[in-house]
């Protein structure tokens, strides 16, 4: 996707979450999530792989969430959309204008 998005290109609504983590009384916490703001974004399927991890087979995608500029997005937020989860792992702004923010995102299954 061109880092110059047409707004029609935003047709996607999601709600992004920030992590709250809560004591959990033995020394550890529980991280939950919150919702933080309904959003338009365009959504973009980059890549899709599957792997053993803990004794079972999980895949995982790379994704790509372009919403307009917001100061507030950071890694470990998280976009939910139609019941999926999106884990933000990196945020960009492609023109350095503040304009838009492409967020890559990765989705466990």
Known sequence: ??????????????????????????????????????????????????????QRLEQSGKIAVTIRWRADVQSQMRFEFHGRKLVVRSVQDPDERRRFLRCLCEELT
Request: charged share 20%; hydrophobic share 40%; aromatic share 10%.
């Open 1 to 54: 996707m061109n880092a110059y998005p047409k707004i029609g290109a935003m047709r996607q609504r999601v709600t992004l979450e920030a992590p709250t983590d809560t004591q959990d009384g033995v020394g550890g916490f529980v991280r939950n999530y919150t919702p933080a703001a309904q959003l338009w974004a365009h959504i973009e399927n980059l890549s899709a792989a599957e792997q053993f991890a803990e």
